[in-house]
């Protein structure tokens, strides 16, 4: 089967190193760019078979086929689909935090900051719903390797919630640094709600209101 050197649609953003296995040897700048490009492709093709099918019925055919490469091809980047999938969701997580930090202006009000933050959360669940639904679902019974990701990914959550409150903007509030527990909470909700609502066929616009609301309680001053 000939491969097609046209990268496909790129979905989570610049790639962040997965648990591919490449073939021995040193490769040269050309043969770098085709395994890089190869490697977006599979994970494009795999993001593209959850939207359409769900991740438990797509099957490594399903994806090659959607990224027009081999079998091959793809056992020389991932050892399987889980390994796959865990990379896919390591780029999407990446490319949220990426997202939602640069939504956010750390000179606006508090209360400002976390709508723009909340809002960015939801356009990122807006982009693939289905591939974050699968995140939310599918994850946690998975293999340990999925589940450190998952842990991984909450990790760095937490981080970037904990790095966007931790301005002179929140200081001026006189209110303790977020918690890690504080941002669990926030985070869990929000998964939850990402998740409910588009298995329920809505759009996370419509709960958008609802969930700015409940972070600005969650995250501002505490009654006196």
């Known amino acids: 089967m000939q491969e097609a050197t046209t990268a496909g649609p790129g979905v989570a953003g610049p790639g962040v190193a997965g648990p591919g296995v490449a073939g021995p040897?040193?490769?040269?700048?050309?043969?770098?760019?085709?395994a890089t490009g190869y490697r977006r492709r599979?994970?494009?093709?795999?993001?593209?078979?959850?939207?359409?099918?769900?991740?438990?019925a797509t099957t490594v055919a399903d994806v090659v086929a959607h990224a027009r490469t081999s079998r091959r091809t793809?056992?020389?980047?991932?050892?399987?689909?889980?390994?796959?999938?865990?990379?896919?969701l390591a780029d999407t997580t990446a490319n949220m935090v990426r997202r939602i930090s640069a939504a956010v202006d750390p000179t606006a009000?508090?209360?400002?900051?976390?709508?723009?933050?909340?809002?960015?959360?939801?356009?990122?669940?807006?982009?693939a719903?289905?591939?974050?639904?699968s995140w939310i679902r599918d994850v946690p019974a998975l293999g340990p390797a999925a589940r450190r990701l998952q842990h991984d990914a909450m990790e760095a959550f937490i981080a970037m919630v904990q790095e966007l409150s931790g301005t002179e903007r929140w200081r001026d509030l006189g209110v303790e640094p977020v918690s890690r527990e504080l941002a669990v909470m926030?985070?869990?909700?929000?998964?939850?709600?990402?998740?409910?609502?588009t298995e329920s066929g809505r759009r996370?616009?419509?709960?958008?209101?609802?969930?700015?609301r409940a972070s600005t309680a969650l995250l501002g001053p505490r009654p006196r």
Do not use: N
């Open 25 to 34: 040897g040193v490769a040269g700048p050309g043969e770098d760019d085709r």
């Open 42 to 56: 599979l994970l494009d093709g795999l993001a593209a078979c959850i939207a359409r099918d769900g991740y438990r």
């Open 74 to 88: 793809f056992y020389q980047h991932f050892p399987d689909k889980e390994a796959c999938f865990a990379a896919l």
């Open 109 to 127: 009000p508090w209360d400002a900051q976390v709508r723009q933050a909340v809002e960015a959360w939801i356009g990122c669940v807006e982009a």
């Open 129 to 133: 719903p289905a591939l974050v639904v």
């Open 186 to 197: 926030l985070l869990g909700g929000l998964r939850e709600l990402s998740a409910t609502t």
């Open 204 to 212: 996370m616009r419509e709960v958008a209101d609802v969930a700015v």
